[in-house]
């Protein structure tokens, strides 16, 4: 079946046939994998496969607009190596592979030679200007930029390595094509701006010529992968040993230093923490430079370095563990555990910290791993398997749970989103109203100003009209909005409008700045050749009004076009956006939040947390932001305040003393360590912490704590049984070293974190409202990850704001980017009832009306005898209600109503009152 067309033909041989394009989509490997077929068995249900699931209209991933079905593997290997500088192609050559392209029916205009003399020759990036636009007639005009993996920073179009993709006006006018220009997970390549520019058909037709020829020049060209590839040179193999042996004397320095107790410690870590994250720094760049260097030193034919640079295969650390050193192997985030007493091995002495005695592996694969190497290799390994068994289940629970909360969310004709029952969710979706699918650039925005801008002056080309000047161009601009708000239903979002102000602005900056760098003033105009400065400059950064219209015509057209359709079922695609990404996390990473010895839970853990609205989570963190941010000393006053500080950190000494006439305690205070450390703590002070403490305050009855001076207390027990008194005074002395004397109790530990300049505090503990009200801390900028505790202390708000933001940064970390309006619509549902609901049997049950949708999701029998018990009725108006009686259901196609009007005639009923049939 031809994937791309839509028409199901049996084949010749194989039956089912199928583009390696649309592999992504359907998540096809070609290791035996079954498919089935359906077909639709009526008119209706026929057009809804096709409209709805139609390959063309599925290009793109609602989950973040980025493109799903584009070139992959060898298609992208074949482009990377046909557009290389260096290749060139005679009329015979050039025309056969234009003939590759089609099925040699298409007109096909070639292009002017670039070499004509001696003898007529095409480039290779001549055929992708082919592919694009394969004759004048076609109306395809390409213009966008991107940046290839192997894009040097040095100058755009000058790249060394080529790695600066440039189509003006569908010709390909610099860069060697690869991932980023034709494969999927990128917005601005070259598929997803046939789609936003044209359409669907000029996406697809396009990828099936790609296909067509990549498949047959690669087939004519060869391109395999052998053992000599991976075998390092005598130069390789010098590098590599000189990378490992200073990564090695590194660590021994460490080691020596760590010894003799003179390493630095790092921000809240004790010596053994510090020494082992400088070792897995160190162990850990070791495998970055010897990559590096294979990338340098291998040739430019090297079949896995050309897979790793155009992207269709593998990456440096694959080819550095390949070629150089398998690297170090890490078991649950940290170097390999003692599985012996102090060793991790019986082969290594006791305490060994060197790098092979706990999981560095210097040799590569080529050469072969020794045996313990290849132990801790499998160590990993196993890690590895169990992490995917144990993720399989967790990720698909929580997908299930997220699917029947959000199932029958959908869009109205009013733009609000409602569940079933007609219950206000959001007023606007994603406070925009746009579609998470048709959006463009990283942070999905509705459209992409730079490559619109681009398009038009190259398109639309300023002829001999002068530019407009500044305050011209933002009259013009504002008269636009305004009358487009006017026009159109909803007009358009403020931040849409703040975003084409402002990039008016830069680019008036730049024409501004250009101006008087040409020294474009009137005189100097007047004396010179006007005409060829005035188009010098306009054609460079100026803007005509012929141009500044197109531009804005188009981007208000656009706006409109990328609005969401009402009937769309916005809460399962934004479950499955959520729930899908969720598959690929690894189950417990610990991530440093800039902090070695911090660990936040991330990965499906976190995400589990935050969708359970867990109450007590398991690495609770204030983010206290200091209102003098610049002062490490500042910082350690306040980190002072908020740490938990006991009475036995701060004693010199408890002793109990006794005399003939009576028996106490006297606590002697560390005057010099409570300085250094900027507590405000006096005997005072500790006498009040002294008479505050539980356990104390019910023994004190007649106790007296006698204030000596600035440093020493003298506790005095009291006098009822003089039998008991040994018992009491040493049950007082074991208390005494718990007893807070500064501090929150709630915090375990704060750390003074340096960002950039800024001094921060990461507060390990709950408590957020003692925390923001600790002096010097900026209570307004205070953040806690914990969701439950913001929503008590700052209201449901900053809890939906927490819950949106958590799931942002959780998916960052794992590089992984989901539209922002599927993560406000998650957080709308949990917090819309005015508290947090967790997606669970007990949130869902308070969220949703519906009988039979809550038996269909857990405790089936229990929910259907009670409410048989109490008659309770079911209105049958949600998503699983709807499939459980069988019944269409109210959303997507089914929100229409079609009503058919009857023509009414009335008709004489033997002289009775007419009857209306």
Known sequence: ????????????????????????????????????????????????????????????????????????????????????????????????????????????????????????????????SVLVRPNAQMRVFLNFTVLEKNYSKSSETMCPNDGFVYFRNSELLSGQLGKATLGNGNKDGLFSVLLRDYNTHAATTCMNRLAKLSARWIGNHGFSIGIDDVQPGYLLNKQKKARIDEGY???????????NGNLKLQPGCDAAQTLEAEITGVLNKIRETTAKVCMEELHWRNSPLIMSQCGSKGSPINISQMIACVGQQSVGGRRAPNGFIDRSLPHFPRKSKMPAAKGFVANSFYTGLTATEFFFHTMGGREGLVDTAVKTADTGYMSRRLIKALEDLSIHYDDTVRSASGGVVQFLYGDDGMDPAKMEGKSGVPLNLERLYLKVKATCPARAQGSLSPSEVFKIVEEKLARHDAASAGGCSDAFKKSLLDFMCTKMKDFCRTKSALQLDEEYIENANPNILVKVAANIFGITSQQLQVFLDICTSRYDSKRIEAGMAIGAVGAQSIGEPGTQMTLKTFHFAGVASMNVTLGVPRIKEIINGAKKISTPIITAILECHSDVKSARIVKGCVEKTTLGEVAKSMKIVMTSRQASIVITLDMEGIHALHLKISAYSVKQSILQHSKIKSMMKHHSIEVLDDRKLRILPSDSDKRKLQFELHTLRATLPNVIVKGIPTVERAVINKEGEKYNLLVEGTDMRAVMGTPGVDGCQTKSNNIIEVKETLGIEAARKCIISEIQYTMASHGMSIDIRHMMLLADLMTYKGEVLGITRFGIQKMKESVLMLASFEKTADHLFNASFNGRDDKIEGVSECIIMGIPMQIGTGILKVKQSVKQELKLNYGLDPIIS
Request: hydrophobic content about 40%.
């Open 1 to 128: 079946m031809s994937i791309m067309s839509h028409r199901a033909r049996v084949m010749p041989w194989r039956t089912l046939r199928f583009n390696e394009s649309v592999c992504n989509p359907y998540n096809a490997d070609f290791d035996g994998d079954e498919m089935n077929l359906h077909v639709p068995q009526t008119q209706e249900a026929r057009t809804e496969a096709l409209m709805l699931m139609g390959v063309e209209n599925n290009l793109c991933t609602p989950k973040n607009g980025e493109i799903l079905v584009a070139s992959t593997q060898d298609f992208l290997t074949s482009s990377f190596l046909i557009t290389r500088k260096d290749t060139f192609y005679d009329r015979a050559a050039f025309s056969l592979l234009c003939s590759y392209m089609g099925d040699g029916m298409d007109h096909i205009d070639l292009p002017t030679p670039t070499i004509i003399k001696p003898i007529e020759l095409w480039t290779g990036k001549q055929l992708f």
């Open 249 to 259: 004397d590194a660590c021994d320095e460490l080691i020596q230093s760590f010894n």
